[in-house]
């Protein structure tokens, strides 16, 4: 009898823990783009406005090509934003007003080459690729660590990078966790982020959530609707399977005709600003994955901290000054409500 309390009661507990795991406070985060030049909290209340809890840094480095493989990033240049100085500034920043943060170090590769595409054909330059990450990388661990930063991702869309060197992934987790205490993800594309091998050794499977939902030059409420149930089933299977949330790293639409069609890229001249496309196809993710049990949240892409950053991105992907960003607030509010 006694043996049989025991297991109720380790049963018990263990409801009563996954219980509480699902009712974590949904993550409501915004990116903030980097800064040229310092700020102060002043620059972190709008982000407040749109009743986040969550922040990201983005500090890039750069690649020449895809088929270089030093990675750069050297701390006397780039925007202060970016540097340690401006990182620990703008963590702290973002703590006083009672932000998370996911730090998010970023390649940007030249001419704007898309990083899952990286083209290594020797051991050697491998090698460098994975050393010249690898400090890059640890650079950022160290902040984290440092300052007590809720989330760290350890790449974004690096698709062939993942998948030719699983060892050297694997190896990165193991050294980062042996610093870094905090919650870990990686940033997976819409379309690749099922072929990562390691999302058990993380915590949440972060998906750059860029899927097609819509041909139409302003989408129909029922059009994203219908469209999102595709990805809502890929996405909770994956979730179930491995036992983790899934967490949007990346989400957002530009305000363009056309917005939900290949909603990774940014509109062209041939396309005009469309607000209320923005506006609908926001609203359609909030309706489709944001209560789901299975869902942790996202991160809107993106915010620019200085007025003079944001002119001219009229059709962008910020909802700033936009029909999106009150829909935007909205939803936060509702969602931690």
């Known amino acids: 009898m006694r043996s049989l309390f025991y297991l109720l009661l380790l049963v018990t507990i263990t409801s009563c823990n996954s219980q509480d795991l699902q009712k974590e406070e949904k993550i409501n985060g915004i990116t903030l783009v980097a800064t040229r030049n310092p700020i102060d909290s002043t620059g972190i209340t709008p982000i407040k406005n749109y009743n986040a809890n969550y922040a990201v840094i983005v500090p890039y480095a750069w690649m020449r090509s ?166 809502v089933d890929e996405l909770s299977k994956l979730s179930r399977k491995l036992n983790k949330k899934i967490l949007f790293a990346e989400y957002g639409y530009i305000s363009a005709d056309y917005a939900g069609l290949e909603p990774w890229k940014n509109a062209g001249e041939d396309r005009l600003e469309n607000q209320k496309a923005q506006a609908i196809l926001l609203q359609g993710l909030y309706d489709a994955v944001w209560k789901e049990e299975w869902f942790a949240g996202g991160f809107l892409w993106k915010h620019h901290a200085e007025d003079s950053r944001h002119r001219d991105f009229s059709k962008r992907f910020t909802t700033q000054g936009k029909e999106g960003e009150k829909v935007v607030a909205k939803n936060y509010l509702q969602i931690r409500n």
Request: hydrophobic content about 35%; glycine content about 6%; charged content about 25%.
């Open 66 to 231: 895809l088929e270089e493989p030093q990675v750069n990033y050297e701390e006397e240049r780039g925007w202060w934003g970016e540097k340690p100085t401006g990182v620990k500034a703008t963590i702290k920043h973002m703590n006083d007003q009672n932000l998370d943060v996911l730090l998010k170090p970023q390649i940007w590769i030249g001419r704007g080459s898309y990083t899952g595409e990286i083209n290594l054909k020797t051991e050697d330059d491998w090698k460098v690729l994975e050393d010249s990450y690898t400090d890059y990388i640890m650079k950022f661990v160290n902040i984290a660590a440092s300052e007590n930063v809720a989330m760290f991702c350890i790449g974004t869309e690096l698709d062939s990078f993942v998948e030719l060197r699983p060892q050297y992934w694997d190896q990165l987790i193991h050294k980062i966790r042996s610093i870094y205490k905090g919650k870990l993800t990686y940033a997976g594309n819409w379309d690749s982020y099922k072929n990562v091998h390691f999302w058990e050794q993380l915590d949440y499977i972060g998906v750059d959530a860029y899927f097609p939902v819509s041909k139409e030059k302003t989408p129909h409420p029922l059009t994203i609707q219908e469209s999102w149930k595709k990805w």
